[in-house]
């Protein structure tokens, strides 16, 4: 097959999987949002008033939609963990392994050491445990957790490892915004899985999948297939992690209502941005605000060409509806950081034609190097801030970035979208994106912070890169 060949074909399989080929139909509605079972929300873990942290990645079961049990793994329960709220100051985590392999625990977000990071230098072996003595010192936001084990984080991920991390301050009602956990403020872990004519998730990923990343045909929400999420009249907060190894997606309600758009990955925006269409690529999060006041039954969609439902929901009256008035700001003007930067690097997130060719996933790199344990690739100072221009080829990659939060100054030349204009620590590039960031946290070369595509079976294949910070 010659390259431009190869190209078109591989080009044409992703927009079929990006829009959601193979989720057969235009919502997610197996029958009335009466007769649909309720989502529910993972369970709450709060460490405020104790500073501890305690998880237990274990091996469980999973069946989807009255089908087969799949063998599934997760963190205190058997599929997924607990939604952790944490606020700042001293955090003592103890994390137990119980699988038959090796874990981490990343806390994708979190502005803490590189010892600390939980990446894939700091493994927790089979029945060992982890207690690192965590500080948290960050504004508000919305964070999550996940494995983070070299060649390992694709399977792991899939199978059920990750979570959702709640960082407050407490001031939340005074902003005006929905605080009733399940009630007026949902936590929506987006993932989809690929279920066979058996209906077993399985992970079986080909080349092709390799190239694009592994795609389902079966939309989950919280881990559960075909639920309704019941809401109140008035305005609700939507907490959204993409979950999902490699789909992107393009999300809008059916109805056109608008989602106002209050903080994204690492913190608020400095007021609400209307939108009716926000993505959202593999590791992303975002927080909205939509109006049910109106009632009905809409239907939160992904896709433009060929849509596929996400999640149905329903308005239930005799739900409180506490916040009725969208808030007008949550604080000043956020820092611009350009102009301070003490020096430019560019990054190139590469997929190479040999290896890929022969069968064997590889060719995926960074800077044409793939992804090496003992190697570092980048040295920063600790308090300086940098601009960096990445470029991806072939197809768009979410690129995240350990230990920072970043700002984006310019997509492809122009100003960033308005979904992008908040503090990230992950942004899908298609093409060239310039970020600008600040090293405020130590990484030695034991434990350095890790920069990688988030699509997992890219980052599994090699690209990814590591840096200190001293």
């Not at 990071?117 to 500080?135: A, E, F, K, L, Y």
């Not at 998730?201 to 019941?230: C, E, I, K």
């Not at 929901?313 to 604080?331: C, E, K, N, Q, S």
């Not at 301070?340 to 995926?364: C, I, P």
Request: net charge negative.
């Amino acid at each position: 097959m010659k390259r431009r060949q190869f190209l078109t074909t591989s080009a044409a399989a992703l927009a079929m999987t990006q829009a959601g080929f193979g989720f057969g139909g235009r919502s997610a509605r197996a029958a009335s949002p009466s007769s649909q079972a309720r989502l529910k929300m993972p369970p709450l873990l709060d460490t405020r008033q104790t500073g501890r942290l305690a998880l237990s990645a274990r091996a469980g079961s999973l069946s989807l939609s009255g089908g087969p049990a799949n063998a599934t793994a997760g963190f205190s329960q058997d599929y997924l963990g607990p939604t952790i709220i944490m606020q700042n100051g001293p955090l003592a985590a103890d994390v137990e392994n119980t699988l038959e392999e090796a874990i981490s625990v990343h806390w994708h977000g979190l502005l803490v050491p590189g010892d600390h990071d939980g990446g894939p230098h700091v493994p927790i072996s089979p029945g060992q445990r982890w207690t690192p003595d965590m500080n948290i010192a960050q504004q508000p936001g919305t964070a999550w957790y996940h494995s983070h084990i070299h060649g390992r984080t694709a399977q792991q991920v899939y199978s059920g490892l990750a979570g959702v991390i709640q960082v407050t301050d407490g001031r939340d009602a005074e902003r005006g915004l929905p605080v009733d956990y399940g009630v007026d403020d949902l936590t929506l872990v987006l993932q989809d899985r690929r279920v066979d004519g058996d209906g077993r998730m399985v992970y079986d990923p080909s080349m092709m999948d390799v190239m694009h990343g592994f795609m389902g045909n079966r939309m989950l929400v919280n881990g559960q297939v075909g639920a309704v999420a019941a809401v109140p009249a008035g305005l609700v907060r939507l907490r959204l992690l993409n979950g999902s190894n490699a789909r992107s997606y393009d999300l809008s309600f059916d109805d056109g209502r608008l989602m106002h758009l209050v903080a994204t990955d690492s913190g608020f925006l400095p007021a609400p941005v209307a939108l009716t269409v926000l993505s959202l690529s593999p590791g992303e999060r975002v927080e909205i605000l939509v109006d049910f006041a109106s009632g009905g039954a809409p239907v939160l969609m992904s896709g433009i060409e060929q849509p596929f439902g996400v999640l149905d929901f329903a308005v239930d009256d005799t739900m409180p509806a506490r916040i009725t008035v969208l808030p007008d700001g949550f604080g000043s003007a956020l820092e611009d950081l350009s102009g301070t930067e003490m020096r430019t690097r560019e990054l190139s997130l590469d997929m190479g034609m040999g290896g890929m060719m022969m069968g064997g996933g590889g060719g995926f790199a960074i800077n044409q190097r793939a992804f090496a344990m003992d190697r570092i690739d980048l040295e920063v100072a600790l308090g300086s801030v940098e601009r960096w221009i990445i470029r991806s080829t072939m197809i768009p990659h979410p690129f995240h970035v350990h230990g920072v939060q970043f700002r984006v100054v310019r997509e492809n030349g122009a100003p960033p979208r308005p979904q992008n204009n908040g503090w990230k620590d992950t942004v899908l590039v298609p093409g060239e994106t310039e970020i600008i960031m600040r090293f405020d946290q130590p990484a030695s070369r034991d434990k350095p912070f890790m920069f990688h595509c988030h699509i997992l079976e890219h980052e599994d294949a090699g690209m990814m890169g590591q840096f200190t910070v001293s």
